[in-house]
């Protein structure tokens, strides 16, 4: 069991930047493929990057390519992104997810998932 705690969204001016923490518990944190969602209002949860259980790999929607950065700390067990250039269609609610497999796209993959927490970019 793996639970997931997301932190650091809040209202930031376009342009500006934040970074996200998804802080897991749980022994197995390093062996899972971690990922970022985000729901923005009245849509699907649509996907945004993800990273292998090494670090080795990261995926990316071409939409944040060059400006978020996923990475994680395995001896801190937290997935972090790092949203730079930040823009109004970021807005959304961003939830951390995790799988046993293999990073994907594929929200069904993710077996274990945050709660979300708010980004806000102001135009």
């Known amino acids: 069991q793996v639970q997931l705690v997301e932190s650091g969204g809040g209202l930031v001016q376009a342009g500006g930047s934040l970074r996200l923490s998804c802080a897991a518990s749980g022994r197995t944190f390093s062996t899972y493929a971690m990922g970022w969602f985000r729901q923005a209002p009245g849509t699907e949860r649509r996907f945004v990057a993800a990273?292998?259980?090494?670090?080795?790999?990261?995926f990316y929607v071409n939409s944040v390519k060059g400006r978020f950065t996923i990475s994680r700390d395995n001896a801190k067990n937290t997935v972090y992104l790092q949203m730079n250039s930040l823009k109004p269609e970021d807005t959304a609610v961003y939830y951390c997810?995790?799988?046993?497999?293999?990073?994907?796209?594929?929200?069904?993959?993710?077996?274990?998932w945050g709660q979300g927490t708010q980004v806000t970019v102001s135009s």
């Open positions: 997810a995790a799988a046993r497999h293999k990073a994907t796209m594929a929200e069904h993959n993710y077996d274990y």
């Open positions: 990273i292998t259980w090494s670090a080795g790999d990261t």
